[in-house]
């Protein structure tokens, strides 16, 4: 074996080694760009599973608010009831009394004092039906305002995913242009070199 095809083939060897160089990185740099891809990916869908917990959450306490609500009007039915109850015996005892005094019970001031007691019981059942109406307001409002907190982070939840599912798209976008890159450099390496080569054993030129 000569020293020039000694040298060619050392040349060629090279040559191929230095391709094959090029394309492991392409490869490398696209399965690299793919892994990095998929763990943003799973970032993404793990931010809005977390936001959907979250969410599920606020739906709920909405929900208990929305009971709450509910039992606030019916307790105040209730305690209205009772009171009116109340009031009714004691008027009844008032005309006992006044009875038992000797006093008519449908006329004058017996009728007066029956009627004030009337209604002053009628406000403040009145103030019980309120009370209970502005409890239930409360517990309504508070229920609306979960129920746009859960609205609100299933919204971001949701945009975190997009965000996520777009920046991976771009990484593999990346590594596929790398990847690309890499392989017309082996390509090119080896045209070259197979030129070098041409030129090496014929004294070939362009």
């Not at 309120?130 to 309504?140: D, I, L, P």
Request: charged letters at 20%; proline letters at 0%.
């Amino acid at each position: 074996m000569g020293v020039a095809t000694a040298a060619l083939i050392i040349a060629g060897v090279g040559t191929v080694v230095n391709a094959y160089g090029q394309y492991k990185a392409g490869k490398a740099a696209k399965k690299a760009a793919k892994e990095a891809a998929k763990e943003t990916e799973r970032a993404g869908k793990a931010q809005k599973e977390a936001a959907e917990s979250v969410a599920s959450l606020s739906d709920y306490n909405a929900g208990v608010a929305q009971v709450q609500a509910q039992d606030a009007i019916e307790r105040g039915a209730e305690a209205e009831s009772r009171f009116r109850t109340q009031i009714r015996g004691v008027i009844g005892t008032q005309r006992a009394n006044q009875a038992a005094g000797n006093i008519d019970v449908n006329y004058g001031s017996a009728v007066d004092v029956q009627a004030d007691a009337a209604f002053l019981g009628e406000m403040d059942a009145l103030q019980i039906r309120t009370n209970a109406a502005r409890e239930s307001w409360g517990y309504k409002v508070e229920s609306h305002n979960y129920a746009m907190t859960a609205s609100i982070q299933r919204k971001e939840g949701a945009n975190l995913a997009l965000a996520a599912a777009a920046q991976a798209r771009g990484i593999r976008a990346s590594g596929n242009a790398s990847a690309t890159a890499n392989y017309l450099g082996a390509g090119s390496t080896l045209l070259g070199g197979t030129t070098s080569l041409l030129q090496m054993s014929y004294g070939f030129r362009k």
